[in-house]
């Protein structure tokens, strides 16, 4: 048909200059007339429809995101993030591990950093995040400033020293597969350390054995206490997706119901019958030794 597009407008064209010229018309002519001009004028309406239900939508979608223009949206979320300045708990990205990687894997590591970043839009309540051991002249802070447009401008505590010098030894629990200790809850006056290590052949009890060597408390995720028997390679999770847990539980949300969310569906986990609580759940206020956390933690 839009073929014959230009046809259809001259011969409509003619039929109404028709109209005007002859007085009387054929009973065949004046059907055809009329039903083309039926037709015009359905297509019209269609088109006010749609461009209504298109306006309806839009109206809908306006309501649902609390009337917030994008302009407004924007502004509330840059609010939250300067606000996460001032939340805790503390969550620091250890980023200690540079010597260990690849330069794909760094970049893996700066992609997952601005993963967790952007969580902190989406929850009421936030973390204070951190990157640790973090030195202007490491190659992550230069894929940083290379390929990340106003990463100096993010509102991400960045500091030199040592995780173990920069905080109190006693506050850190550092999150590692490799625990014996499981984390039972997120507690605001305790520093939860994932390690920025992003290691595709997984190399156990790295981040673990500094832990150790500086008596720093250890934890994992529960995971085989909600999951069946699990390989370590299920155990070891990103650093967005260990933030993503804890910070889905500082929200309210159980452990199963994070963990049923986040773990990744390709790993093909396979929830227990029944809940199992952990025999050496993780306490917050209890010393416990230290152990090992990769990237990739969990």
């Not at 018309?25 to 019209?44: H, N, P, Q």
Request: net charge positive; hydrophobic share 30%.
């Amino acid at each position: 048909l839009p073929i014959y597009y230009n046809e259809y407008k001259s011969y409509l064209s003619e039929m109404e200059s028709n109209i005007a010229t002859d007085a009387v018309l054929s009973k065949k002519a004046a059907k055809r007339l009329a039903k083309i001009s039926e037709k015009k004028t359905r297509r019209s309406e269609i088109r006010k429809r749609k461009k209504l239900e298109k306006r309806s939508k839009h109206v809908i979608k306006t309501l649902e995101e609390n009337e917030l223009s994008k302009r407004d949206r924007l502004r509330l979320e840059k609010e939250k993030l300067r606000g996460s300045l001032l939340a805790k708990p503390d969550v620091v990205i250890d980023c200690f591990y540079e010597d260990y990687m690849s330069n794909k894997e760094i970049n893996k590591t700066r992609m997952q950093i601005l993963l967790c970043y952007s969580l902190l839009k989406n929850h009421d309540r936030t973390f204070h995040l951190h990157l640790g051991n973090f030195s202007p002249q490491s190659q992550l802070n230069k894929m940083f400033l290379e390929k990340t447009p106003g990463f100096n401008s993010m509102c991400i505590t960045k500091f030199e020293e040592s995780v173990f010098q920069y905080f109190n030894p006693r506050n850190l629990v550092y999150l590692t597969p490799d625990s014996e200790n499981v984390i039972s809850e997120v507690r605001d006056d305790t520093v939860y350390v994932i390690g920025g290590f992003v290691d595709d052949n997984i190399r156990r009890y790295t981040s673990y054995n500094r832990c150790k060597t500086s008596e720093i408390r250890t934890a994992r995720l529960p995971i085989t206490e909600y999951f069946q028997k699990t390989n370590h390679k299920q155990e070891v999770l990103t650093i967005n997706q260990v933030f993503e847990v804890l910070l889905s539980v500082h929200n309210s949300v159980s452990w199963k119901d994070s963990l049923l969310k986040i773990l990744p569906s390709r790993k093909n986990y396979v929830l227990k019958e029944t809940k199992n609580n952990a025999s050496n759940n993780y306490n917050d206020s209890e010393n416990s030794q230290c152990e090992k956390h990769e990237n990739i933690a969990t």
